[in-house]
C-alpha cells in the first residue's frame, strides 16, 4: 500500500532552521507531484510548498524562506525551513498527486496520499 511517512519535526527558536523529510513508498514516486501543507490548531490546513519534477511553487508566507525539493532515488521529498516564525508552528504533512498544475496543487481536495504528518514548535 502506499505510504508517506514525515519526519524532522522539532522544537526550535525563532530564527531557526528545520529540514523536514517525506519518504514515500508504495507507487512509483518519480512519476508523482509532491506538495507540503501545514495546519495550526484551529486552523485550516494550508499549502506551503509545491514541487513537480523541478519547477515549484511556494506559499507567500514561506517564500523565500523554505525550500522544497526532491530526490527521486531515495523516494523523499525535503522542505527545508529557515527563519522559522512562531507563525510557522504547525503539524507538517506531505501529500502526492499528479496530472495536476502547480496552481492547482495549492489545492488539498487534488492530492491522492497523504502523511501522518510532523509536529514544528517554534518558541518566541
Known amino acids: 500500500q502506499v505510504q508517506l511517512v514525515e519526519s524532522g519535526g522539532d522544537l526550535v527558536q525563532t530564527g531557526d532552521s528545520l529540514t523536514l523529510s517525506c519518504t514515500v513508498s508504495?507507487?512509483?514516486?518519480?512519476?508523482?507531484?509532491v506538495g507540503w501543507f501545514r495546519q495550526a490548531p484551529g486552523k485550516e490546513r494550508e499549502f506551503v510548498a509545491a514541487?513537480?519534477?523541478?519547477?515549484?511553487e511556494y506559499a507567500d508566507s514561506v517564500k523565500g524562506r523554505f525550500i522544497i525539493t526532491r530526490d527521486n532515488a531515495k523516494n523523499t521529498s525535503y522542505l527545508q525551513m529557515n527563519n522559522l516564525k512562531p507563525d510557522d508552528a504547525a503539524v507538517y504533512y506531505c501529500?502526492?498527486?499528479?496530472?495536476?498544475?502547480?496552481?492547482?496543487?495549492?489545492?488539498?481536495?487534488?492530492?491522492?496520499?497523504w502523511g501522518q504528518g510532523t509536529q514544528v514548535t517554534v518558541s518566541s
Open positions: 514541487i513537480k519534477r523541478r519547477p515549484t
Open positions: 508504495g507507487l512509483a514516486f518519480s512519476d508523482y507531484d
Open positions: 501529500a502526492v498527486t499528479r496530472f495536476f498544475s502547480l496552481g492547482r496543487m495549492r489545492e488539498t481536495e487534488n492530492y491522492n496520499y
